[in-house]
């Protein structure tokens, strides 16, 4: 498949190649996984238990009040799994309008951190889902990787480090936060010892009682104590009617391979529009790197952001199926759009007719699983429950209170969500687990690492070094500093409004890639990971 085994970009990653592999963004995590594949584990329960050593090693971007995506190779089909949250009965436009006034528009003001920011953490009971229909061995023995860690402490690594301290200065002030993550009034210093024993006792909870513990019992108590302590709105009740969903992925056909995302109310759908459109121009006769290549990509992830701005939501709220903003009539009319020479605002068409970890596994049965589990800019809403360790996602900031939005929100509601895992097959079999963390980078990083391996034939490892762009919401683009001049020179001349951005870790996401090398399950997967962070490839 590959033309190239080599590395064109700067990097000190390797392609890792073996039958059994755990890639994830934290090398503790990914030794979790494998120590779970050792002891006869398969590829969801290595998954679950990197999980939760990510909830511990990288509290920056993910923990027990996370929220969670997975998609699932079985060995014989494809299955999706939404962990998503869904917002306090109590929710609503009214709500926020008589707590936080109204804004310039006359909308209801929503704040972007604290217990009006978190909706039910889903990422436990995706969890619960994924272990009951496919996990091989006890629940309980899945957690004890992260238990341990919890408990005995840790060394913070580099890059976790640096967005720990980034964030303390926004979020030092939010309920339980500084008790949990400043433990010495400040944010741990690299290689400092970080013990997170709070989060081992729920974890230990769980062990012994099983995820739904965290749902219906002590923990979910202790949750809806301190969120009417602070003046919250979630309750037990909330708490207790949760539930994950199996949902069947999407997917768009893209040079002779199928890409399948989780459907709405995630962003996935933005990739395969983009990829969509892309398929009706020739990638491969263009330069892997130079500008017309760069270009067209960036113009097709605008016109497919306009879209999900406008469309993607709850899908029982979407005005719009997936199906119709992927049908080939719709995105031909909208690849016409696309100026090879210009760079353009586009906005929405009508296709009705009429701070986030990645992880992937992959074990020598065959299954394969592709894991995204995020608590949204970085710790969240900031919020840490005393006693439990459960640091909240801020998921709530994705609804709006526009009562002309689909996303408007409303009690039950799932927000806009960003997270999305991805997968890859061919001819009905299965071929790649992969993601790229990182907000609005998500489908972006999609983009343009499957275009990489599948125009250009680049490797996974190299796929994933490659200098990225990221289009922004208002329609500026962000470039790596690593991008070659001469091709940002060449999309400045064509009207895009560009930024060099020196921190790739926070803008530009980080991805994680396990490639099956061939139907021959002994043959074993080839794995990368992102050199944008701590992460690791293990495999044996």
Same mark, same amino acid.
């Given at each position: 498949?590959?033309?190239?085994? !080599? !590395?064109?970009y700067?990097?000190?990653?390797?392609?890792?190649?073996?039958?059994?592999?755990?890639?994830?963004?934290?090398?503790?995590?990914a030794?979790?996984? %494998?120590?779970?594949?050792?002891?006869?584990? !398969?590829?969801?329960?290595?998954?679950?238990?990197?999980?939760a050593?990510?909830?511990?090693?990288?509290?920056?971007?993910?923990?027990?009040?996370? *929220?969670?995506?997975?998609? %699932?190779?079985?060995?014989?089909?494809?299955?999706?799994? !939404?962990?998503?949250?869904?917002?306090?009965?109590?929710?609503?436009?009214?709500y926020?309008?008589?707590? #936080?006034?109204?804004?310039?528009?006359?909308?209801?003001?929503?704040?972007?951190?604290?217990?009006?920011?978190?909706?039910?953490?889903?990422?436990?009971?995706?969890?619960?889902?994924?272990?009951?229909?496919?996990?091989?061995?006890?629940?309980?023995d899945?957690?004890?990787?992260?238990?341990?860690?919890?408990? &005995?402490?840790?060394?913070?690594?580099?890059?976790?480090?640096?967005?720990?301290?980034?964030?303390?200065? *926004?979020?030092?002030?939010?309920?339980?936060?500084?008790?949990?993550?400043?433990?010495?009034?400040?944010?741990?210093?690299? /290689?400092?010892?970080?013990?997170?024993?709070?989060?081992?006792?729920?974890?230990?909870?769980?062990?012994?009682?099983?995820? $739904?513990?965290?749902?219906e019992?002590?923990?979910? /108590?202790?949750?809806?104590?301190?969120?009417?302590?602070?003046?919250?709105?979630?309750?037990?009740? *909330?708490?207790?009617?949760?539930?994950?969903?199996?949902?069947?992925p999407?997917?768009?056909? #893209?040079?002779?391979?199928?890409?399948?995302?989780i459907?709405?109310?995630?962003?996935?759908?933005? /990739?395969?529009?983009?990829?969509?459109?892309?398929?009706?121009?020739?990638?491969?006769?263009?330069?892997?790197?130079?500008?017309?290549?760069?270009?067209?990509?960036?113009?097709?992830?605008?016109?497919?952001?306009?879209?999900? #701005? &406008?469309?993607?939501?709850?899908? $029982?709220?979407?005005?719009?199926?997936?199906?119709?903003m992927?049908?080939?009539?719709?995105?031909?009319?909208?690849?016409? =759009?696309? *100026?090879?020479?210009?760079?353009?605002?586009?906005?929405?068409?009508?296709p009705?007719?009429?701070?986030?970890?990645?992880?992937?596994?992959?074990?020598?049965?065959?299954?394969?699983?592709?894991?995204?589990?995020?608590?949204?800019?970085?710790?969240?809403?900031?919020?840490?429950?005393?006693?439990?360790?459960?640091?909240?996602?801020?998921?709530?900031?994705? +609804?709006?209170?526009?009562?002309?939005?689909?996303n408007?929100?409303?009690?039950?509601?799932?927000? +806009?969500?960003?997270?999305?895992? /991805?997968?890859?097959?061919?001819?009905g079999?299965?071929?790649?687990?992969?993601?790229?963390?990182?907000?609005?980078?998500?489908p972006?990083?999609?983009?343009?690492?499957?275009?990489r391996?599948?125009?250009?034939?680049?490797?996974?490892?190299?796929?994933?070094?490659?200098? &990225?762009?990221?289009?922004?919401?208002?329609?500026?683009?962000?470039?790596?500093?690593?991008?070659?001049?001469?091709?940002?020179?060449?999309?400045?001349?064509?009207?895009?409004?560009?930024?060099?951005?020196?921190?790739? #870790?926070?803008?530009?996401?980080?991805?994680?890639?396990?490639?099956? =090398?061939?139907?021959?399950?002994?043959?074993?997967?080839?794995?990368?990971?992102?050199?944008?962070?701590?992460?690791?490839?293990?495999?044996?």
């Amino acid at each position: 498949m590959f033309s190239d085994w !080599n !590395n064109p970009y700067p990097t000190i990653r390797m392609p890792v190649m073996a039958r059994n592999v755990v890639s994830t963004s934290h090398p503790l995590a990914a030794q979790a996984g %494998l120590r779970i594949l050792a002891r006869g584990g !398969n590829a969801v329960d290595a998954a679950i238990a990197a999980a939760a050593t990510l909830m511990i090693v990288e509290p920056v971007s993910n923990g027990l009040g996370s *929220d969670a995506f997975a998609i %699932l190779w079985d060995g014989k089909e494809l299955t999706g799994l !939404n962990a998503s949250g869904t917002a306090p009965a109590a929710w609503n436009p009214d709500y926020f309008r008589r707590k #936080y006034g109204e804004d310039a528009k006359g909308f209801a003001n929503q704040p972007m951190r604290g217990w009006d920011s978190a909706t039910v953490p889903g990422a436990v009971a995706g969890w619960e889902m994924l272990h009951g229909r496919f996990g091989r061995l006890p629940f309980a023995d899945l957690l004890q990787p992260a238990i341990e860690i919890a408990e &005995r402490g840790h060394a913070v690594a580099t890059i976790v480090q640096h967005k720990w301290a980034a964030a303390v200065p *926004d979020l030092k002030d939010q309920p339980g936060f500084a008790a949990a993550f400043m433990p010495h009034g400040r944010a741990p210093q690299v /290689a400092e010892k970080f013990v997170f024993k709070d989060a081992a006792n729920t974890l230990r909870i769980l062990a012994a009682q099983g995820p $739904r513990a965290f749902y219906e019992g002590e923990i979910a /108590a202790r949750i809806a104590s301190f969120s009417q302590e602070c003046g919250g709105a979630m309750t037990a009740s *909330d708490l207790a009617n949760y539930r994950a969903e199996w949902v069947k992925p999407i997917s768009k056909s #893209y040079r002779g391979y199928d890409v399948h995302e989780i459907p709405p109310n995630g962003q996935g759908i933005a /990739a395969l529009i983009a990829l969509g459109i892309l398929q009706k121009f020739d990638l491969a006769g263009m330069k892997v790197d130079g500008v017309d290549s760069q270009h067209v990509q960036i113009e097709a992830m605008k016109l497919a952001f306009a879209d999900i #701005y &406008r469309y993607v939501a709850d899908p $029982r709220a979407m005005t719009v199926t997936a199906e119709e903003m992927l049908s080939d009539g719709y995105l031909t009319e909208r690849a016409k =759009l696309i *100026d090879m020479k210009k760079a353009q605002r586009p906005s929405f068409g009508m296709p009705k007719s009429g701070g986030t970890i990645y992880l992937t596994a992959a074990d020598e049965s065959g299954m394969m699983i592709s894991f995204i589990q995020s608590n949204y800019m970085g710790f969240g809403s900031g919020v840490v429950v005393p006693g439990v360790g459960v640091s909240l996602q801020n998921r709530g900031y994705g +609804f709006t209170t526009d009562p002309a939005s689909p996303n408007v929100v409303a009690g039950g509601k799932r927000p +806009f969500h960003t997270i999305i895992p /991805a997968f890859l097959t061919k001819d009905g079999k299965p071929v790649m687990s992969f993601g790229v963390m990182g907000g609005d980078m998500q489908p972006q990083g999609h983009l343009q690492t499957v275009v990489r391996m599948l125009d250009y034939k680049q490797q996974p490892q190299a796929a994933c070094d490659a200098p &990225r762009w990221k289009v922004n919401r208002d329609f500026t683009l962000d470039v790596e500093a690593t991008m070659n001049g001469a091709t940002v020179d060449g999309l400045k001349a064509r009207g895009h409004e560009l930024k060099s951005v020196e921190d790739p #870790y926070m803008d530009f996401g980080s991805g994680q890639f396990i490639w099956k =090398l061939s139907d021959d399950l002994d043959h074993g997967y080839v794995a990368a990971s992102d050199s944008r962070r701590d992460g690791h490839a293990a495999a044996f």
